[in-house]
């Protein structure tokens, strides 16, 4: 397709912007979608760099699943309290809104991904 497009008199610049671009949308939005994914779920880098009052959401939801967040005045005493399996549902459940929000605006892109390489019959 680009060497007919060549042929045709278009640049490199057009071939690449009109012809690969669009090709390869439903890959750069995988791709996007995962690194969006993988930062949105990390963790580790909040544990090691971040003072407690910085925590990122992952990394809260990570102390309420284990059982280790404070809830209260008493952050950082020894009075930890047990948190019930409601709050962390809710937590769950909200923590992951933002990745199930943004899906249905990248779907048509992994839809139109399934059907580029089929043939019309």
């Not at 610049?13 to 390869?24: A, D, N, R």
């Not at 995988?30 to 925590?55: E, M, P, R």
């Not at 047990?82 to 943004?102: E, M, N, Q, R």
Request: glycine letters at 10%; aromatic letters at 14%; proline letters at 4%.
């Amino acid at each position: 397709m680009e060497e007919a497009a060549l042929i045709d008199g278009l640049g490199y610049f057009k071939i690449f912007t009109q012809i690969v671009v669009p090709l390869s949308t439903p890959a750069l939005a995988a791709i996007g979608l995962y690194t969006a994914v993988f930062f949105w779920n990390d963790w580790f880098n909040g544990l090691i760099y971040l003072k407690s009052s910085q925590f990122p959401v992952m990394l809260f939801l990570r102390n309420i699943v284990n059982g280790t967040a404070t809830m209260g005045d008493g952050a950082g005493s020894a009075d930890m309290s047990v948190i019930g399996i409601s709050i962390k549902a809710a937590v769950i459940i909200v923590s992951t809104l933002p990745i199930i929000l943004l899906y249905p605006f990248l779907q048509k892109y992994f839809v139109k991904g399934l059907t580029i390489g089929s043939v019309k019959g």
